[in-house]
């Protein structure tokens, strides 16, 4: 076991105004602040390569994999069609990436309101994209997502919300209104899923964001899994849909993911929807 090491760069994300998380950083790659926010690339030991938006660490080389499968495949495994998808935010890339790893999804419109969050990642995250900006399927927009699915005319069969927390360009995107759009462009079939925030870090908004799903949708089902990142110990995402069943799992889609994966597979897809007796009980009560 080696001896803890406080000496040295260390960045360090404040998580709620009582706890922070920190990591060792040997070298910034990027800082830059751009028209919506501060954007900062780091490189660091323990999690490789990491990316920070106003100071608020968001994706990393090394654990990345645990929060975009997770944020996709439910979705994309359970929606009762996927041919078309929308992902707002994920401007390193790497929900749009998971998306089009699916043979039957047809067409991606990606809404991203920070070019520069794309141009830092693409430079300095390249693998997180991975090819996924060559891909014909994408189609990669550089704009408001809350103005996007407030006036729209395009239907997606799935929406994924990849957005940063509930401050800073993020703050639209958590919202009854917000929600509203989004269930007017999936219809009555269609699935959205949604980071959701840690249910214990982040308490209320946890299940502001569910009761909130719950009036639009009529049905919300949170999901649990862990990202070291995010160092919270427990995170959420949430699959929201007014008829489509989370655990009505595709094998066939799952199957043709299966080898990429390196979290998600159909066990933990179906695991990942029991809550902790916690969350259930304030849930049901
Ligand atoms: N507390 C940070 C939550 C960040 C969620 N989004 C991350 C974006 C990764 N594509």
């Known amino acids: 076991m080696p001896e803890p090491m406080t000496d040295g760069l260390w960045y360090t994300e404040v998580l709620d105004g009582k706890s922070s998380f920190g990591l060792r950083v040997t070298d910034v790659l990027h800082h830059e602040r751009s028209d919506f926010q501060t954007i900062e690339v780091l490189d660091t030991p323990m999690l490789g390569r990491v990316l920070a938006l106003d100071g608020i660490l968001q994706t990393s080389e090394r654990d990345e994999h645990w929060y975009h499968e997770m944020i996709v495949h439910p979705a994309l495994c359970a929606a009762p069609s996927i041919e078309r998808v929308l992902v707002i935010g994920g401007g390193d890339g790497g929900t749009a990436r998971e998306v089009l790893r699916h043979p039957g999804v047809k067409r991606c419109v990606m809404v991203e309101i920070d070019r520069a969050v794309v141009e830092a990642c693409r430079a300095h995250l390249p693998a997180i994209g991975g090819g996924v900006w060559d891909d014909p399927r994408l189609d990669l927009r550089f704009e408001d997502g809350v103005k996007m699915v407030a006036e729209t005319d395009e239907r997606f069969d799935v929406v994924v919300l990849d957005g ?3 401050i800073g360009p993020s703050e ?25 925030e840690s249910p214990t870090v982040y308490e209320d908004v946890f299940f502001d964001i569910q009761a909130a799903l719950r009036d639009v949708f009529g049905a919300s089902h949170p999901y649990f899994g862990s990202v070291y990142l995010y160092a919270a110990g427990m ?11 989370p655990l009505d799992v595709k094998a066939e889609r799952v199957e043709a993911i299966a080898e990429g994966c390196r979290y ?12 902790p007796a916690f969350i259930r009980r304030r849930l049901e009560g």
């Open 264 to 275: 998600y597979d159909g066990d933990i897809h179906r695991a990942a929807f029991v809550p």
């Open 172 to 196: 639209g995107l958590f919202g009854r209104s917000f929600y509203e759009g989004v269930r007017r462009v999936v219809g009555d079939h269609g699935v959205f899923a949604l980071q959701s």
């Open 235 to 245: 995170w959420t995402w949430t699959f929201a849909s007014a008829t489509a069943d």
């Open 164 to 166: 940063s927390d509930p």
